[in-house]
């Protein structure tokens, strides 16, 4: 199969959180599988600054869009992934990150830059590049991408396309002034198409327009058809629940492998857990805090947004810091919750530290040296430092909800008799509830052999790309086969 896999970010050329990860890993797996697949995202101007080779392919006059636009072409590094770039300098050569400004603000243009990005896949998706080569599938991710099933769905013949939500709280929502600067068909400004209470929604392009739609992991699937996570979409994704599939993600052991990770002190696996305490020592030595392998160490790797829950976490300092335990904190975002977090540290020095800020290679040194990782979110839609914390030996503490619920075992007496026990879940998004759940995994802590099954375990969790790619290989057979069985029109 021909496969153009399309995303706003892909590890490790560009990344804001898990929708990178899933970009940079999916299509190699999928590639491993024999299938061309090849991946699009913007040329940011911190993607061109790399050492990355790319070279040009295509000069494009878009539709809509004022000023031509080019295609490079290079690999998805370390990978025989062909990777394009759409370089459009005036929405994507500049400083800060994909969506935002460097003091956090949005771009105030970014429906224009992300419907240029979609007119360029649009282009791409119907070999009208002069690439001469053809997609059987479009696979889009997220808002970024949304208008491009609803771009494809005026053209016959086109290929079949998959939209794929990893977080339906981000939708692309803009106003009629911002619409109307975009230069797309008028009746795109409908609520049977992208209108959404007088907003124009790129998420419902995907939504209301292509073939089939993916989320993350099953629950997630069930759960935005619900009034309490599906933002008032609810009743539109209910009504395309027979072309709904959630596929867990999985994650990339070449880059999370404690075994060969070089981003941590010392390498380990689960013969050799004395090691991950050399990296737990190391961890509290960088991070200032009293060095002792008994203390109790908690962690929380994460963009600081509302969904995450860190409040909740902020909440039991006081009762962490009763039990003698510690708590170490990394993470950027929301400057209220960035301050909650300096606040902590300082009423806490001993027991609380943070690190304020983006850095990939000291999540890997946390998740090596902690012994238990905190996420309580209000809702996860997959989520994967749940599932690289089971890698490293670092038992999940995480809330029932989308794919943490798919991906950890909560710690009961049964699942402890059948060896099936990662980690520790809880229901309710209080701070009551999260604390009982810590309280119950400092029970087991204090229990060398319990704790010991429980870590291996965890370890022992094959969340590989490997079933999940396959599954989307299947799901993209379907689409195309369905597809083939709909009446061929002239173009429209
Ligand atoms: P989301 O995509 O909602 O942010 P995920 O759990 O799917 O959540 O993925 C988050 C990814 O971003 C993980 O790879 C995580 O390690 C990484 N990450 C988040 N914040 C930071 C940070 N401050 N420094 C380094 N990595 C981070
Ligand atoms: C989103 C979700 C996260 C998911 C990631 C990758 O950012 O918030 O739960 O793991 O996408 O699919």
């Not at 995303?7 to 490790?12: G, I, L, R």
């Not at 009762?319 to 301050?339: M, P, R, T, Y």
């Not at 850095?359 to 998740?367: A, G, K, P, Q, R």
Request: aromatic share 10%.
């Amino acid at each position: 199969m021909n496969i153009l896999f399309a995303s706003a970010e892909a590890h490790p050329l560009i990344k804001t959180g898990g929708l990178a990860d899933v970009a940079g890993s999916l299509p190699r797996a999928i590639r491993n599988l024999r299938h061309d697949i090849r991946v699009v995202i913007p040329a940011y101007q911190s993607v061109l600054k790399q050492p990355e080779k790319f070279t040009l392919v295509a000069h494009l006059v878009l539709e809509g869009v004022t000023q031509p636009v080019r295609i490079l072409a290079g690999r998805l590094p370390g990978s025989t992934v062909t990777l394009y770039l759409v370089d459009s300098p005036e929405h994507f050569d500049r400083p800060g990150n994909p969506y935002t400004i460097e003091s956090g603000a949005v771009w105030p243009d970014n429906a224009e830059r992300f419907t240029s990005f979609c007119r360029a896949i649009e282009a791409l998706s119907l070999d009208a590049a002069g690439l001469d080569w053809q997609p059987d599938i479009v696979h889009c991710n997220d808002w970024q991408t949304g208008l491009v099933p609803a771009l494809l769905a005026r053209h016959l013949p086109r290929p079949a396309n998959l939209f794929t939500i990893h977080n339906l709280a981000y939708q692309g929502l803009h106003d009629w002034k911002a619409f109307k600067k975009l230069n797309l068909p008028a009746d795109f400004w409908s609520t049977e198409a992208m209108e959404f209470h007088n907003q124009f929604s790129f998420i419902k392009g995907g939504l209301v327009f292509a073939d089939w739609i993916t989320t993350v992991s099953p629950t997630y699937a069930q759960e935005i058809q619900t009034s309490e996570l599906g933002y008032g979409l609810e009743g539109l994704i209910s009504h395309r629940a027979d072309t709904l599939t959630g596929i867990v993600n999985g994650v990339d052991y070449s880059v999370w492998n404690p075994g060969r990770d070089l981003q941590i002190p010392v390498t380990f696996n689960a013969r050799s857990l004395s090691h991950k305490i050399e990296n737990k020592r190391a961890l509290q030595e960088h991070f200032g805090l009293p060095v002792d392998e008994r203390i109790p160490l908690f962690a929380t790797i994460s963009r600081l947004v509302e969904q995450k829950g860190i409040d909740l976490i902020l909440d039991i300092v006081p009762q962490l810091v009763k039990h003698n335990a510690q708590l170490i904190v990394l993470g950027s975002g929301d400057a209220e919750i960035e301050a909650d977090i300096r606040s902590a540290v300082k009423a806490y020095p001993e027991n609380v530290a943070a690190f304020i800020g983006y850095d990939e290679s000291l999540s890997h040194h946390i998740e090596a040296g902690t012994d238990m990782f905190l996420m309580p979110s209000r809702f996860e839609p997959c989520g994967l430092n749940q599932i690289y914390s089971l890698r490293y030996g670092t038992v999940p503490i995480v809330r029932h909800t989308g794919g943490l619920a798919d991906t950890v075992t909560d710690t009961t007496p049964k699942t402890l008799e059948t060896k099936t026990a990662t980690g520790f879940s809880f229901d309710a998004a209080t701070s009551d509830a999260l604390l009982a759940a810590v309280e119950r995994a400092l029970v087991y802590y204090r229990q060398p052999d319990i704790w010991q099954q429980l870590v291996c375990t965890g370890m022992k969790q094959d969340f590989s790309w490997k079933r999940s790619a396959q599954l989307y290989i299947k799901l993209y057979e379907t689409i195309i086969a369905r597809r083939a069985g709909e009446p061929i029109a002239e173009s429209a």
